[in-house]
């Protein structure tokens, strides 16, 4: 059974930083490209950050240089650090892998709200 259990999430103010956790179970999460995603009311999910199995990372054009992922094979842990935070990376988080789809599992994500 997939577990994505995503956790880190909260209030800052702009300009802050947050570190986002999900942990992954029932997957063979080691061989997986893992990405973070994120999605407000009303719009549709968007990729955020992405890295495969071996390390190599992507970010959107949006958090270039703001948001890095990381990922830990031996505890199956998936990190977003979240730099700078504006207002518009406010939204609800969720990891997944990047292969997931609409119909895949979701986990319940996790709320970062970026206060002006």
């Known amino acids: 059974q997939v577990q994505l259990v995503e956790s880190g999430g909260g209030l800052v103010q702009a300009g802050g930083s947050l570190r986002l956790s999900c942990a992954g179970s029932?997957?063979?999460?080691?061989?997986?490209?893992m990405a973070w995603y994120r999605q407000v009311p009303g719009k549709q999910r968007e990729l955020v950050a992405s890295?495969?199995?071996?390390?190599?990372?992507r970010a959107a054009d949006s958090v270039k240089g703001r948001f890095t992922i990381s990922r830990d094979n031996a505890k199956n842990v998936l990190y977003l650090q979240m730099n700078s935070l504006k207002p518009e990376d406010t939204a609800v988080y969720y990891c997944?892998?990047?292969?997931?789809?609409?119909?895949?599992?979701w986990g319940q994500g996790t709320q970062v709200t970026v206060s002006s």
């Open positions: 997944n892998t990047l292969a997931a789809g609409p119909s895949a599992f």
């Open positions: 029932g997957i063979i999460f080691r061989l997986l490209a």
């Open positions: 890295i495969t199995s071996g390390g190599t990372t």
